[in-house]
């Protein structure tokens, strides 16, 4: 393959991408890089203030992208968003599943022991990053299974090959993500088409919305004991940054990975690699 076919194949012009969780920090700078690789975007997230920013830094890009108002909990908002991206853009040919997050009361402490954990809250961080990403692919896999074709990429999390302290409902959830990620991949190739394929990508340790203050303090920006212990058990020495994830996400969406399906991609800087010693 020359080079010329070889970047061709990370050209997305024409190709309608379905981010949910799209004005995430995570989702939201996925969407802008494959803004910039030609995609036509459609961003799903229950807050959509958040994409009148990322609309701007797509520039010129940003006529290709289009926000769309789902809780990725109700089955009828997605089929209704469902619905509203067909008739934006004619069809699917990806799914990412960028919504997920964690939140205090399902998170264990000094003065929050796992016994005491709210059923709410366990809950609600179980349902929002497992049944948050069944869901959009069964009303977005659907449309793939019945043209034929498409590509799935699912958000997992280090959490799912090394369970982190503190948040077990998290931890359950995101590895429950990974082993549905597999699933997937092998029932939709046999029962419908082998040329919808599902992967995930498994990031380490990225400062977001929901873990900010478990790693940095509040007030000083310092890191905390547990921001300290992540740092020195990644070899990289540092936490990822959002365009660490382009890569991997790009070329699991792109025909470069034809022949792969119910893989998950550690983008980790070496932390699961990484014994202590």
């Given at each position: ?44 997230d ?30 009828e ?39 005491d954990?709210s059923i ?63 699933w ?5 190739a ?20 929901q ?22 058990h990644?070899?990289?020495g ?40």
């Amino acid at each position: 393959m020359d080079l010329q076919k070889l970047t061709q194949q990370y050209d997305f012009t024409g190709r309608t991408v379905v981010i949910t969780g799209g004005t995430g920090i995570l989702g939201g700078e996925i969407a802008c890089a494959l803004a910039g690789c030609g995609a036509q975007l459609a961003m799903l997230d229950h807050q959509l203030e958040p994409g009148g920013p990322l609309l701007k830094r797509m520039d010129s890009h940003a006529a290709n992208a289009a926000l769309f108002s789902v809780d990725v909990l109700n089955i009828e908002s997605l089929q209704q968003a469902a619905s509203a991206v067909l008739d934006h853009f004619g069809k699917v040919d990806c799914l990412i599943n960028a919504a997920g997050g964690n939140k205090p009361q399902a998170t264990t402490g000094p003065e929050q022991k796992f016994f005491d954990l709210s059923i709410d809250a366990l809950r609600w961080v179980l349902d929002l990053n497992l049944l948050g990403t069944m869901l959009p692919c069964q009303v977005f896999g659907k449309i793939m299974a019945e043209r034929g074709e498409g590509t799935i990429v699912n958000i997992s999390s280090m959490n799912a090959f090394r369970p982190l302290t503190r948040i077990p409902a998290y931890s359950a959830a995101k590895a429950g993500v990974s082993n549905f990620t597999q699933w997937l991949a092998v029932h939709m190739a046999q029962e419908y088409s082998p040329r919808i394929r599902v992967n995930a990508v498994a990031p380490g340790f990225f400062l977001t919305n929901q873990n900010r203050f478990l790693l940095q303090h509040r007030d000083t920006g310092e890191w905390t004991a547990r921001g300290k212990a992540i740092l020195a058990h990644t070899p990289m020495g540092r936490l990822g940054d959002p365009e660490d994830l382009f890569g991997a996400v790009l070329w699991l969406l792109s025909p470069a990975s034809a022949f792969v399906t119910g893989i998950v991609v550690p983008i980790d800087g070496g932390f699961s690699a990484y014994s202590g010693v």
